[in-house]
């Protein structure tokens, strides 16, 4: 158990729509990075969160973003979908500014996208 | 895009058998990490090794890192059929972001 937490595990929506996925964080883990994960493929890094402030971003468009809460919770929201936006999604937690902190992953959210 | 490639895509050795999985990665790093992912699941950290460190244990896996070559090695000794799993190698960036490579799926059979 890696104490992150990630909910619904699985999310069906139709081209178009916009889904927000949810992250709890381990207790005092001040970032929060997210990632995607295609079938056969590695985690694609999206962004990362420190305290509550966007600290990095991968090659992924606007209309992907995210919210960091006080709480150790996260958001990441994806509007106007796409069938590529078919995928697992993770998010990962860290003591301090990564990468040179290990990450702690959730189980994911599989996305299918129709 | 991604920063480390890993070798072979994929690998099937008995039980009892040692594994060996390599990474291969572009820019300078200051750390590379080994993760490890059950049925297309969440990833479990295995070990990071800093640039300044050439090998370091866990257990039965040894990973080694030649900056030189830009490359790492994950060794797992006496592999189980609980070690099937997909291994990820894992890189810094900028000091962004943990960058993942594509990933070597490991089939272990009894």
């Known amino acids: 158990e890696t104490g992150v937490t990630q909910s619904p595990t699985h999310l069906i929506k139709t081209r178009g729509q916009q889904v927000t996925l949810r992250c709890s964080s381990q207790?005092?883990?001040?970032?929060v990075s997210w990632y995607q994960q295609a079938l056969g493929q590695g985690p694609q890094f999206i962004f990362q969160y420190y305290r509550e402030e966007e600290n990095g971003r991968g090659n992924f468009p606007p209309r992907f973003s995210g919210l960091q809460f006080p709480n150790y919770s996260s958001e990441l929201n994806v509007n106007a979908l796409e069938l590529d936006d078919s995928a697992l999604y993770l998010c990962?937690?860290?003591?301090?500014?990564?990468?040179?902190?290990?990450?702690?992953f959730g189980s994911g959210t599989q996305l299918s996208v129709l | 895009s991604q920063q480390g490639e890993e070798d072979p895509q994929a690998l099937s050795i008995q039980e009892g058998e040692n594994a060996t999985m390599n990474c291969s990665y572009k820019?300078?790093?200051?750390?590379l990490q080994w993760y490890r992912q059950n049925s297309g699941r969440g990833l479990v950290h295995l070990i990071l090794?800093?640039?300044?460190?050439r090998e370091k244990h866990s257990g039965r896996l040894r990973v080694t890192l030649d900056t030189s070559k830009k490359s790492s090695s994950l060794l797992i000794t006496a592999s189980r059929a609980a070690d099937t799993a997909s291994y990820f190698c894992a890189t810094d960036q900028a000091g962004t972001a943990l960058i993942f490579g594509k990933g070597t799926t490991l089939s272990v059979s009894s």
């Open positions: 090794i800093r640039s300044n460190e």
């Open positions: 820019t300078s790093i200051n750390n």
């Open positions: 207790s005092g883990h001040n970032t």
């Open positions: 990962a937690s860290s003591l301090g500014v990564a990468p040179s902190e290990k990450l702690f």
